[in-house]
C-alpha cells in the first residue's frame, strides 16, 4: 500500500515495511518507472530485511512543484527529497539499491553526505555522462513528449522490445510507461538533466561498499563504465558484476540472477 510524505510543494509515494532490528533496504527507481518497478524484490526482501521504495518527485504517484520550472528536476532536487525522506523517518544508513536515473540520485546524495548509506547497489548507471546537449533535448522532446502524446499506446507497446526480448519483461516496462506518458514534460526535463554529469571521484572516494551491477547486454551504459573502471577498480570498496543475458533494467529481464546478486552482495558484507 503506497502512503505519501508531504514536502509542502509535492508529496513523494512511496511503500514501506519496517521489521524492528532489521537493516534497512531503499529502492530508487529508474526514469520513466516508479516504486512498482522493486515490487518483486520488496516483498521477497522484506522476511529479512526493514524495506521502502519511493517514487522519485513527478513520478508514478508522486507529484512535483506547482508548474514546469526544469529547475525542480535537477538531480540535486531529487536527492534532496529522498535526503528529507530519510531523515523523516530515520532511516540512518540504509543499502541502498537504485536504477539507471535512480543510481545518480543515489550518487548525488554521497557527494552530498558520503556516509549516509551503509552500501550502494547500482544497475544501468554509469556514474559519469556527457553527451550533447541540443541533440539530446531534440531527441527527448521526440520521445518523451511527441510520441507519446501522438501515440502513446504504440510508444508502450514498441518501446519496451527496443529495451527487452523477454516477454514479462516487455509488459513491466510497457505499464511503467503508460504511467510516465501522462507525466511527458518532467520525464522531457529528468532526460535533459541526466545527459550530463559526473560523479567519478564519489566513487573513487567511497568509504562505503558498493556494486555495480551491468547487464550484460546494455551496451551503451557499459561502454562508459569501461572507460572509467581503471579508476575506480583502484578503490576496493567499489566492485562490478555482470548479469547474463540482461539489458539495462537488470531486474525485469533476469529477476532471479539479480535477487542472487544482491544477497550474495549482502552476505559478504556480513561475514
Request: hydrophobic fraction near 40%; aromatic fraction near 10%.
Amino acid at each position: 500500500m503506497e502512503r505519501f510524505f508531504d514536502l509542502r510543494t509535492h508529496k513523494l509515494a512511496y511503500r514501506l515495511q519496517e521489521t524492528p532490528g532489521k537493516d534497512h533496504v531503499l529502492f530508487l527507481h529508474g526514469l520513466g518507472a516508479n516504486l512498482s518497478q522493486f515490487d518483486r524484490e520488496f516483498t521477497r526482501l522484506a522476511k529479512d530485511y526493514s524495506v521502502a521504495a519511493l517514487s522519485l518527485r513527478g513520478q508514478g504517484n508522486s507529484t512535483r512543484p506547482p508548474g514546469d520550472n526544469p529547475d525542480d528536476m535537477k538531480i540535486s532536487a531529487l536527492a534532496s527529497d529522498v535526503i528529507q525522506w530519510m531523515h523523516a523517518h530515520k532511516w540512518e544508513q540504509p543499502h541502498v539499491i537504485a536504477c539507471s536515473m535512480g543510481g545518480v540520485v543515489a550518487l548525488e546524495i554521497l557527494q552530498q553526505q558520503s556516509k549516509l548509506f551503509k552500501s550502494l547497489i547500482t544497475f544501468g548507471t554509469t556514474p559519469k555522462l556527457r553527451l550533447p546537449k541540443m541533440a539530446i533535448k531534440a531527441g527527448a522532446w521526440l520521445s518523451d513528449i511527441l510520441l507519446p502524446g501522438l501515440f502513446p499506446n504504440w510508444m508502450a507497446k514498441t518501446l519496451p522490445k527496443t529495451t527487452t526480448d523477454k516477454p514479462e519483461a516487455q509488459q513491466r516496462f510497457a505499464a511503467d510507461l503508460k504511467v510516465a506518458y501522462g507525466q511527458r514534460k518532467t520525464i522531457y526535463q529528468l532526460r535533459c538533466e541526466l545527459a550530463n554529469y559526473d560523479y567519478t571521484q564519489v566513487l573513487y572516494a567511497s568509504t562505503i561498499p558498493v556494486l555495480l551491477l551491468q547487464g550484460e547486454k546494455d551496451s551503451a551504459i557499459n561502454k562508459e563504465i569501461e572507460k572509467l573502471w581503471p579508476k575506480l577498480k583502484e578503490n576496493p570498496l567499489v566492485k562490478r558484476e555482470f548479469i547474463k543475458d540482461a539489458g539495462h533494467i537488470a531486474n525485469y529481464d533476469q529477476p532471479q540472477a539479480f535477487y542472487n546478486s544482491v544477497i550474495q552482495f549482502f552476505e559478504e558484507l556480513e561475514s
